[in-house]
């Protein structure tokens, strides 16, 4: 019997704090899975599939790391795949608060248990969203993101100033 547990979000993109969580999880779970949360109501700088080829690939190394994608409550992708236990990464007092009544949801439907992590303090003030405005405003990310992630975002945003505006 395999220990396992599963790392949910969005992914877009993935950063040095999510796989920091990610890369802990590792070192506590025989199969850790990635779960890249699909939300129709938004539209993402990447695919749910670039998303994860590029996890897929930043998280090779660890061993034990498999992603999918999930679209609908991720109390049924546990489910499916018998996962006791999702873990999540907490950077503020803030995050807790949401984090808290969403682990009592999910223990609440299912059983799941939610396992909070401490985020790493240098990786606190990270979010994708963040990331993703200030290198679209020529910031320099290249210490918040594994080097494939930088690539590809200078690479989408290029693509994307390089269409042209609608009048």
Do not use: W
Not at 37 to 48: D, E, Q, R
Not at 57 to 83: F, M
Not at 107 to 128: A, C, D, K, Q, R
Request: hydrophobic letters at 40%; proline letters at 5%; a negative charge.
């Amino acid at each position: 019997m395999f220990r396992r547990a599963v790392c949910p979000g969005s992914f877009d993109p993935i950063h040095n704090g999510h796989l920091d969580t990610i890369e802990r999880a590792s070192r506590l779970y025989d199969v850790v899975h990635v779960a890249v949360l699909v939300n129709p109501s938004k539209k993402g700088m990447f695919s749910v599939d670039e998303r994860c080829a590029m996890i897929e690939e930043i998280t090779a190394e660890y061993g034990n790391v498999k992603v999918e994608s999930h679209q609908g409550l991720l109390v049924d992708y546990c489910r499916d795949r018998e996962i006791p236990a999702i873990v999540k990464g907490l950077r503020a007092v803030s995050d807790f608060d949401y984090e808290l009544q969403m682990a009592q949801m999910n223990h609440g439907l299912t059983g799941v248990e939610t396992l909070f992590v401490p985020t790493n303090p240098t990786y606190s003030f990270l979010s994708s969203s963040l990331i993703k405005e200030v290198a679209t405003l020529g910031g320099d990310v290249s210490h918040l993101v594994p080097d494939l992630v930088l690539r590809r975002l200078t690479e989408r945003i290029a693509e994307r100033r390089a269409q042209p505006t609608k009048p």
